[in-house]
């Protein structure tokens, strides 16, 4: 589903991603974790094609996306939603209106339809009753949820979460937790999900990859990554600073 | 030496041709888009209250004291050679020909042209345009599109308010506080008056809408770093579009006067 060969791209002088290799398969949980500031979130961004990489090829179902044009794009990222780290939420419209923008830009003009869609999402993200609340009246927590119901909303195939549970209280994340699962097993959705909440980490991945210093530093399935006597990983798997 | 002379020399002339450059690749993106996707009316309605409707006052008030000023000064020179009934003509010519457009043009770059690239840069800077991508929607069609339709419509019609309303105020000095024959006035405004200049001074509101809408939205679209950035955005749109308004004026004038002559034949 998603294939991505020798990546490499430098913002402002430095070297984020040096040569990043990576395969999902179809229906496939990949959790991507690392430092801070490692490029996870650049990485996420060329996946859909808002950032040009400077070397590698990104296969998105069987097709390169690299030097697409944007309205070519737009078939990619159809199928393909993003969840950005801070929502990203249009500041201009109500909670609802955010929601239901893909379905409008989609075409569907019942409102009835519409609003049940809405509601469903809202149920799902429990946010009921919060749509009339335009973003900047909402939490950093709330706004990732509703970032969430809007990037999920019209069932892409494939989903990208940038830290989805950051910021939630531990029931909300948890809840958060079992739609990405739900998701992946009801409708096989293709999921990579960056965070930095192992618990969660552990509970939605099929595979685990470590991202360091640009590149892949570490692949697996979360069983080999907790066996892994690599100290690099230990360290950050405890939560380790130097020792 | 003379290598660095040329350098020095050279890269503000390429940056500003690279500017320019940008400005008419948003313009033919714009106008392909257009053509060629489905036009979101509800946002141009949106726009349209926005550019059109508020406006307003701001219009109004600019026809009515430029308007009034003129159709006094020029009483003040003419009535000295007893021509005060011919300020009429000369109110009504020049604010058709040239203050009506270009002022209008000003207030409409520091009200709309200011808040289009405010609103934009803040969209740029938040994600929310790497949203508007991420959701398969073009950000010219969604943003520049709807703006460039309403200026298109909105423009030649505020100028045409503030024509209208600088000949009424030029009218109301003249009579009222200068003691103005009214009936010359009126006789030779309508004799010097063609309609070839009410269709320059629209043909300039039209230009400078493109003008003023291309230099903002660009502005917006490419802010970067911050709340510094779309600040800076925001006053460069204003100093650029009220800087392009005032140059091409000079442009437009010479052409059109071509096309549309002026004085009386
Ligand atoms: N638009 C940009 N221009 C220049 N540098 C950038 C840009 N975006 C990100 N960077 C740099 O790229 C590096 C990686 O940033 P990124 O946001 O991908 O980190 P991250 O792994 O997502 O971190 P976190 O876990 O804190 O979200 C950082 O050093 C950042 O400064
Ligand atoms: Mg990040």
């Not at chain 2, 009506?100 to 969209?123: D, H, K, N, Q, Y």
Request: proline share 3%.
């Amino acid at each position: 589903m998603i294939a991505v060969r020798g990546l490499k791209k430098k913002l402002a002088g430095q070297e984020i991603l040096c040569g990043i290799d990576l395969t999902v398969a179809k229906g496939e949980t990949l959790v991507i974790i690392g430092r801070s500031g490692g490029g996870k979130s650049v990485l996420l961004k060329h996946l859909v094609g808002l950032m040009h990489p400077d070397a590698g090829e990104i296969w998105i179902d069987g097709e390169n996306i690299i030097g697409l044009s944007e309205r070519k794009l737009a078939a990619i990222r159809r199928k393909v939603g993003i969840l950005f780290q801070g929502g990203a939420l249009f500041d201009s419209m109500t909670v609802e209106e955010n929601i239901a923008f893909p379905l409008r830009e989609a075409g569907e003009r019942n409102p009835k339809t519409i609003r049940e869609k809405v509601n469903e999402m809202l149920e799902v993200i429990e946010l009921e009753g919060e749509q009339k609340k335009m973003p900047v009246n909402l939490s950093g927590g709330m706004k990732k949820r509703v970032g969430l119901a809007r990037s999920i909303i019209r069932r892409p195939s494939c989903i990208l979460y940038d830290e989805p549970t950051a910021g939630l209280d531990p029931v909300v994340s948890d809840s958060i937790n079992r739609l990405i699962r739900r998701l992946q097993e009801r409708f096989r959705v293709t999921s990579i999900v960056v965070t930095h909440d192992m618990k969660s980490a552990f509970h939605i991945a099929d595979h685990i990859a470590y991202l360091h210093q640009g590149g892949i530093y570490f692949y697996g399935t979360p069983q080999e990554l907790e066996i892994s006597p690599d100290p690099l990983l230990q360290d950050f798997l405890l939560g380790r600073s130097e020792r | 030496m003379f290598a660095r002379f040329l350098t020095l020399l050279g890269t503000p002339v390429v940056s500003f041709f690279t500017y320019v450059g940008e400005v008419v690749v948003l313009a033919s993106e714009t106008f392909a888009s257009i053509v060629a996707q489905k036009i979101r009316w509800r946002l141009f309605l949106h726009q349209i209250v926005e550019i059109g409707l508020r406006s307003q006052l701001v219009v109004m008030i600019t026809g009515a004291f430029t308007g009034a000023v003129f159709a006094a000064q020029t009483f003040f020179q003419f009535n000295k050679l007893g021509m005060g009934s011919a300020v009429g003509a000369v109110v009504s010519v020049s604010v058709c020909r040239e203050l009506g457009p270009v002022l209008t043009a000003l207030m409409v770059t520091g009200r709309v042209g200011a808040s289009m690239s405010a609103e934009i840069g803040t969209m740029k800077v938040t994600e929310q345009i790497d949203a508007l991508r991420a959701l398969a929607v073009h950000p010219i069609d969604y943003l520049v599109v709807p703006r460039t339709l309403a200026m298109m419509l909105s423009m030649p019609l505020l100028v045409a308010e503030c024509i209208g309303i600088g000949i009424a105020a030029g009218y109301f000095v003249a009579i009222f506080l200068l003691d103005v024959n009214g009936t010359y006035y009126v006789a030779n405004m309508v004799r010097w008056t063609q309609m070839r200049d009410i269709i320059m001074g629209l043909s300039k509101a039209f230009c400078f809408a493109l003008l003023i809408v291309f230099i903002s939205c660009h502005k917006g679209l490419t802010s970067r770093e911050g709340a510094v950035g779309v600040g800076k955005a925001t006053t460069e749109a204003v100093v650029d579009s009220s800087l392009a308004v005032l140059i091409f004026n000079f442009f437009l004038t010479m052409a059109l006067n071509v096309i549309f002559p002026a004085g009386y034949q």
